[in-house]
């Protein structure tokens, strides 16, 4: 798999995946995680798990990931322990230089970055990480950008040829965001020697990017504007700050 590879595809990765309440990360709350070590591309841990949202999950979102409110409350550790454990093993990744990898990490960080700010009384930039981090889908973006199709986890995943069981299962979504990375990377020389810091902060100014097309489409169309915080990543504050 990793013939011919060197630099961070032959170093520890951290995998991580959320499944939510819904798609509101400022105010919706995870149901089940999974973070997943990789270190040479073979998995070597995985630590997954339910929660205790303490709220309803709304049927809709069952739909997707197939957890519902009863199993949730029986079966899930309590909502602060979740994040608790998640902030904690996110900042400890960072400290030591591991890459958070992931599908559309924005939308995972930003959830848990609000719910430690409100249940821990510090959030992930509190604690001082910094990342860095490499997400599938603004790497497929910005690396592969005239390709027409949806470019969700399962579509990158039959585009790059990983094999996906269990589509919206937390272990199965993070171990596929890994192996799409790697098979990136097989494609593509400028993901497979980047360095990571060099990657984290050019993923910054691809995403932003992509934001600011997406956004002036929507405007020269009439449509409502993108939110200011979704031009940030890969975590957005709940409130941005006034404008210098």
């Known amino acids: 798999m990793l013939g011919g590879m060197g630099g961070w595809l032959t170093g520890a990765l951290l995998g991580f995946d959320l499944e939510t309440t819904g798609v509101d990360r400022f105010e919706d709350v995870p149901v089940s995680f999974s973070l997943v070590s990789v270190v040479e591309g073979i998995v070597v841990r995985s630590w997954s798990g339910l929660v205790d949202p303490d709220r309803p999950v709304p049927p809709e979102a069952t739909a997707v990931h197939g957890i519902t409110t009863e199993r949730a409350r029986a079966e899930g550790m309590p909502l602060a322990a979740a994040i608790a454990l998640l902030t904690d093993a996110i ?12 599908m559309r990490l924005d939308f995972d960080l930003t959830m848990v970055e609000t719910q430690a700010a409100r249940l821990c009384g510090r959030g992930l930039v509190e604690r001082g990480w910094s990342g860095p981090v490499l997400d599938a889908a603004v790497l497929d973006r910005h690396l592969d950008p005239m390709r027409e199709g949806r470019r969700t986890l399962v579509d990158l995943c039959a585009h790059y040829g990983v094999a996906m069981e269990r589509p919206h299962d937390a272990t199965a979504d993070a171990v ?17 020697r980047g360095g990571l810091r060099r990657l984290h902060a050019a993923q910054v100014g691809w995403h932003r990017a ?9 405007r020269e169309r009439c449509q409502v504007p993108i939110d200011p915080r979704d031009f940030l990543w890969p975590l957005a504050p709940a409130v941005l700050p006034p404008a210098a």
């Open 91 to 102: 900042v400890a990744a960072g400290r030591r230089g591991v890459p958070l990898v992931g």
């Open 176 to 192: 596929a965001s890994v192996e799409v990375l790697f098979a990136m990377a097989t494609r593509h020389d400028v993901l497979r």
């Open 210 to 218: 992509w934001v600011a097309e997406y956004d002036a489409g929507r």
